[in-house]
């Protein structure tokens, strides 16, 4: 068996030709759609671990917001809590002094009523002695009959 040189360059050369083309046009494409293709999936690695990141962030800034709304909420509850017992109390202060003051009103009105009454029946008193003086001039009178005089006066006023 003897070696044809001659064919064994043609076909080494043939061969160099081939790998040449096939390299240029086949397996370079075919390497780059593999690294395109590697690339977006390491594009698509790397969002997801970027998306797990921010997820967790926004978890955290949730929880965190979720602690200053109830810290908040508390706060507001203590505030209107106590507003509510400084209106009652204000309410009541209020109620009070006005009660007071129905009361000092009510009892110098009395006082006024009861003056005028004493005012009223002292001037009754004066214009019935007054009457009765009137009564006893008019006629000349001695004790006995001045007695019964001034009985029935006053029988008729009802003192």
Avoid: C, H
């Amino acid at each position: 068996m003897d070696i044809d040189w001659k064919i064994l360059i043609a076909q080494i050369i043939n061969f160099a030709i081939l790998f040449f083309i096939l390299k240029k046009f086949l397996y370079r494409p075919f390497f780059d759609l593999l690294e395109q293709r590697r690339k977006k999936i390491q594009a698509g690695i790397d969002n997801t671990i970027k998306a797990d990141e921010k997820l967790s962030k926004l978890k955290e800034i949730k929880v965190n917001m979720e602690k200053q709304n109830e810290r908040d909420r508390v706060s507001i509850l203590a505030k209107a809590q106590s507003e509510g017992k400084k209106r009652k109390n204000q309410i009541i202060k209020d109620a009070e002094d006005e009660k007071m003051a129905i009361l000092a009103k009510a009892k110098k009105e009395a006082e006024d009523i009861k003056q005028r009454e004493a005012d009223l029946t002292k001037k009754r008193i004066i214009d019935n002695a007054i009457l009765l003086t009137e009564e006893l001039l008019k006629e000349n009178i001695d004790k006995d009959k001045g007695k019964k005089i001034s009985e029935d006066f006053l029988s008729k006023i009802k003192i």
